[in-house]
């Protein structure tokens, strides 16, 4: 005698045999979180083409505008050069500095003024100790804006690596629970009746492995990639202050 189970599957079509076959055939539930797993990775291999894409296009333009501003002889040769690339991290960096030292020094003509007024002997032309610690901490902070402008969906990427296992082992639990409720229902316990729920519960936590496991991958990747044009950045300030330094702006 065919089983209960066994007979409604062939009154709705064959034993699915393949996986499409049990995603077309799966419960409302489990077809819900298979729904919400694809967008999830629609979304997280979006991200990594926008943060490959606009890292790429950073990295480039950085590696571009330090080559020429190591040939540069003087700083405002360099400044020029960034005022003709505004869209350059390196180059706002470099123009953040000439400013703040621009800004620093007429401020600081105020005081070597009344310094040389009451003293007659003329006050130095570099600056203090503590605006130079501010120039370290303003550059800091530029490219740790640059950094999280181009970083901002990683962390997007890292929650879809790690809460979609989740999401697939909920999807399975629930098929789980699905099977062995209809099991119990029809009395029908055999492996033709049990084996269908079963592989159709098990088929949410592939397809989570298949979001997960690209979206981990690419957030270790990108994080690396950032962590490198951090030190870039990094870098490339130290290189304006020595330049500040050598020509005497500091």
Excluded: C
Aim: positive net charge; glycine residues 6%.
């Amino acid at each position: 005698m065919i089983p209960t189970a066994l007979l409604l599957l062939q009154v709705r079509g064959a034993v699915p045999t393949t996986p499409v076959e049990l995603v077309t055939n799966a419960s409302v539930p489990t077809q819900v979180v298979l729904v919400v797993l694809v967008l999830l990775s629609l979304l997280s291999w979006a991200i990594m083409l926008a943060v490959w894409w606009s890292l790429g296009k950073a990295t480039r333009a950085s590696v571009k505008f330090s080559r020429e501003f190591e040939r540069s002889t003087r700083l405002d040769e360099a400044s020029s050069l960034a005022r003709r690339s505004p869209g350059n991290p390196l180059a706002r960096l470099l123009l953040r500095a000439v400013r703040f030292v621009a800004d620093a020094r007429v401020a600081s003509q105020q005081v070597r003024e009344l310094a040389s007024a009451t003293t007659d002997t003329p006050a130095a032309a570099t600056l203090t100790g503590s605006q130079i610690e501010t120039l370290h901490l303003l550059l800091d902070t530029e490219a740790s804006e640059e950094r999280d402008r181009i970083g901002r969906f990683l962390p997007w990427l890292a929650t879809v690596g790690s809460v979609s296992p989740l999401i697939g082992l909920l999807g399975t639990v629930l098929g789980v629970i699905e099977a062995f409720l209809g099991i119990a229902t029809k009395g029908s316990g055999n492996l033709s009746a049990v084996a269908p729920g079963v592989a159709e519960a098990l088929i949410a936590t592939a397809v989570a492995l298949a979001v997960a496991i690209p979206a981990t991958f690419g957030y270790n990747i990108f994080a690396g990639r950032l962590n490198r044009f951090d030190g870039m950045l990094e870098n490339f300030s130290t290189s304006v202050i020595a330049q500040l330094v050598r020509e005497g702006k500091i």
